[in-house]
């Protein structure tokens, strides 16, 4: 069945004609005003505790070579923990494109070692300029910056829009963070474009970051394609269903 790394069947596209459209049909007034309504009488708490927007890259697990620039809207649910939506850019119709759960390196460091494989460490896309919160000061993102370099990130990709999937196909993808190392490095062009849309620079963003101080060592199981030369993919595969709990 279908696999992280395999390049699904093509797919129609919506009849707009735009190769970056979703297929479906133009919302209809009834649609309309039913997201109207709810949005005056549900509360939609979680989604309103979103509190800061990061832009920031990524790259595939099992193919370093495809790099993409990712949008992250921060939830914070304690001074350890944040959980963050994916979406592919900053635009009112982004594309939810996965999620990534944040953890301080003292949750990390409880966590099973066949568990910290999966994750990523932080330091690097800090301390380079890489991660970035828009139009926020440096001076108040400091305290932040300060916490995050000595985080740790699990990254799962639902929807791979680089290789132009129309919908969220496949098995979801493991995503890693650039390193300074060999093919984990981030490809230039894509730094620039991000930066222009913006109006700033990686490189005075990490001159200005060179005070904050980064972890003496990282935990050796994260990053795990350094020290094993590979990465992870998903395979579906069909099981037997459990229709019954055991006895007790």
């Not at 979103?50 to 832009?55: D, E, K, W």
Request: charged share 25%; net charge negative; with cysteine.
């Amino acid at each position: 069945m279908a696999s992280s790394d395999e390049t699904p069947a093509p797919m129609p596209r919506s009849g707009g004609g735009s190769t970056e459209a979703t297929p479906g049909r133009a919302m209809g007034i009834g649609q309309k005003m039913m997201d109207k309504s709810a949005q005056m009488l549900q509360s939609l708490k979680p989604v309103r505790q979103t509190q800061q927007h990061v832009c920031t890259f990524s790259l595939y697990s099992h193919d370093f070579t495809r790099q993409i620039e990712t949008h992250y809207y921060v939830t914070r649910l304690n001074q350890d923990f944040l959980q963050c939506p994916v979406f592919d850019s900053d635009s009112p119709n982004a594309r939810l494109i996965g999620v990534e759960y944040i953890v301080s390196e003292r949750i990390f460091e409880a966590l099973p070692p066949e568990e910290q494989m999966l994750w990523h460490s932080h330091a690097f896309e800090i301390k380079s300029g890489l991660w970035t919160n828009p139009r926020v000061p440096g001076m108040i993102q400091k305290v932040e910056l300060e916490n995050l370099v000595k985080s740790y990130g699990k990254f799962w990709c639902t929807w791979q829009v680089d290789r132009g999937d129309p919908l969220p196909l496949g098995a979801p993808c493991l995503m890693m963070s650039p390193r300074s190392e060999n093919f984990g490095m981030m490809k230039p062009e894509l730094i620039k474009i991000r930066d222009a849309k913006y109006g700033f620079s990686r490189e005075e963003i990490k001159e200005s970051r060179a005070g904050i101080v980064e972890p003496d060592k990282t935990n050796p199981q994260a990053d795990y394609w350094i020290r094993a030369g590979g990465g992870f993919a998903l395979d579906v595969e069909a099981v037997d269903m459990k229709v019954r709990a055991a006895f007790p």
